[in-house]
Nanobody, 130 residues
């Protein structure tokens, strides 16, 4: 059974850090891009970061560049999102999602469109507040 399980969310003060984890079960990261998305109350779900199936390509939304870092551990079949210098506007439910990534002309990480991601985790809440 294909499954993604997020963990690591919580309450943090502005300027603090959190590391989110996304563990994949039932499939390998070797053929799948993994994206991190977030959804704040009353807002659309947006792509935050993505790592390609090879691990050699990453992408970030402008608002998190320089603060967030995506990485993966193939042995653990897990993708991480290190979030530093957190701001109140980063508050949202964070989801990880998987998309087949077999070298197409428009890889899923290039645009981070949620419609291109097939499998989703249950989400983890991140709250940035003093």
């Amino acid at each position: 059974q294909l499954q993604l399980v997020e963990s690591g969310g919580g309450l943090v003060q502005p300027g603090g850090s959190l590391r989110l984890s996304c563990a994949a079960f039932g499939f390998t990261l070797d053929y799948n891009a993994i994206g991190w998305f977030r959804q704040a109350p009353g807002k659309e779900r947006e792509g935050v970061s993505c790592i390609s199936s090879s691990g050699g390509s990453t992408n970030y939304v402008d608002s998190v560049k320089g603060r967030f870092t995506i990485s993966r551990d193939i042995a653990k079949n897990t993708v991480y999102l290190q979030m530093n210098s957190l701001k109140p506007e980063d508050t949202a439910v964070y989801y990880c999602a998987a998309a087949m990534d077999l070298g197409s002309v428009q890889p899923p990480c290039a645009r981070m469109w949620k419609s291109e991601f097939d499998y989703w985790g249950q989400g983890t809440q991140v709250t940035v507040s003093s």
